[in-house]
């Protein structure tokens, strides 16, 4: 079965560098794109990057384009998040998601990993 | 904050028929499909509606989907206790060239 499995979040402090990972199994990891969306406790999804099933194709929301950077591996199943300069409102619960649809920009999610938290405070 | 609004909140009673709006503009829900996901508390969200009004394999049918011009709505009958969670809309957003999730909607069985 599908599975989705991210790590590497913590508390870490505004303006050093975090990254996330996402581990995927249970279906052919290079044969999708894959997104990263977020969660801010109690609050609502906001999506955050996409990249395309070979790394060469990325889109990024606004508030984190030049700051957070998704790539991936396809030789270990994982998708990354390189949070660097990370501020106080990027706090959030963050997911891996498995892209779905008929082109990249054209998308919807059909499975999610369980989350990530990143806290970032001094 | 996003492009896309949903009520906060709607409630029915069980086995009643409640639907959740979603309202956009031509760069998103007008341009492109619109796809829904359930959240129950504590939990990852979870795909309900794809291309405006397919479910998924495993989704009963008393879920659905519609879109017209720059809306959405996802209705839910015969409510049960377990259908409790949030929902949200989404679609990609064509000047942003980013996707775009609503606002949120919980749903609650009085």
């Known amino acids: 079965q599908v599975q989705l499995v991210e790590s590497g979040g913590g508390v870490v402090q505004p303006g050093t560098s975090l990254r996330l990972s996402c581990t995927a199994s249970g279906f052919t990891f290079s044969g999708y794109a894959m997104h990263w969306v977020r969660q801010t406790p109690g609050k609502g999804l906001e999506w955050v990057a996409v990249i395309s099933h070979d790394g060469s194709t990325k889109y990024y929301a606004d508030c984190v384009k030049g700051r957070f950077t998704a790539s991936r591996d396809n030789s270990m199943n994982t998708l990354y998040l390189q949070m660097n300069s990370p501020r106080a409102e990027d706090t959030a619960v963050y997911y891996c998601?498995?892209?779905?649809?008929?082109?990249?920009?054209?998308?919807?999610?059909?499975?999610w990993g369980q989350g990530t938290l990143v806290t970032v405070s001094s | 904050q996003s492009v896309l609004t949903q009520p906060p909140s709607v409630s029915a009673a069980p086995g009643q028929r409640v639907t959740v709006s979603c309202s956009g503009s031509?760069?998103?829900?007008?341009?492109?499909?619109v796809s829904w996901y359930q959240q129950l508390p504590g939990t990852a969200p979870k795909l309900l509606i794809y291309?405006?009004?397919k479910r998924p394999s495993g989704i009963p049918d008393r879920f659905s989907g519609s879109k017209s011009g720059t809306s959405a709505t996802l209705g839910i009958t015969g409510l049960q206790t377990g259908d409790e969670a949030d929902y949200y809309c989404g679609t990609w957003d064509s000047s942003l060239s980013g996707y775009v999730f609503g606002t949120g909607t919980k749903v609650t069985v009085l």
């Open positions: 998601a498995r892209h779905r649809g008929r082109t990249i920009n054209i998308p919807y999610f059909d499975y």
């Open positions: 291309d405006n009004n």
């Open positions: 031509s760069s998103n829900i007008g341009n492109d499909y």
